[in-house]
C-alpha cells in the first residue's frame, strides 16, 4: 500500500504547482507579474488556472479521505484484494481527472471523479473484509 499511498501524495504535489504553472503559461502580463511577486493581491484567474485550483481544491477533499483508509489498510497488513485495488483505481482515476478538469469537459470529469469515489469504496469493503 505504501507505493499507492506515496503515488498520490506525488500526484497531490504536482497539483498543488498546476495553478501557477498555468497562470505562468498563459504569458499574460498581469499572471506572469503575479507570480513574481509577494502575492499580496491576487488577479482573476486563467481559464485554466482556475480550473486547476479547482481540481486541486477537489483533492484537498479527497485525500482527508484516501490517506486514513490506505494507512488503516497498511496497519491491517493488507497487500491484496479490494483495498489494494482500491487505492490503485483511486490513484488512476485522480491522475485522468486533472486533465479531464482541464479540458471542461464536464461529463468526462463527473465520470473520472466517479471512478475515483468509487475506489474510495472498494478501499472500505476491503478493510471490511481483512
Known amino acids: 500500500m505504501i507505493p499507492w499511498i506515496l503515488a498520490v501524495l506525488a500526484l497531490f504535489v504536482l497539483q498543488t504547482l498546476l495553478p501557477s504553472i498555468a497562470r505562468g503559461a498563459s504569458k499574460q502580463p498581469e499572471q506572469l507579474a503575479y507570480l513574481r511577486s509577494n502575492r499580496d493581491e491576487e488577479p482573476p484567474h486563467t481559464v485554466m488556472s482556475a480550473r486547476m485550483a479547482h481540481a486541486l481544491r477537489n483533492m484537498f477533499e479527497a485525500l482527508p479521505v484516501f490517506l486514513p483508509l490506505a ?41 473520472t471523479w466517479a471512478v475515483s469515489f468509487a475506489g474510495l469504496v472498494m478501499m472500505v469493503v476491503g478493510l471490511l473484509q481483512g
Open 71 to 111: 494507512l488503516l489498510a497498511e496497519m491491517k497488513g493488507i497487500e491484496s484484494g479490494w483495498a489494494l485495488t482500491g487505492a490503485m483505481v483511486f490513484f488512476f482515476a485522480r491522475l485522468v481527472y486533472v486533465p479531464a478538469y482541464g479540458s471542461g469537459i464536464a461529463l468526462l470529469r463527473s465520470a
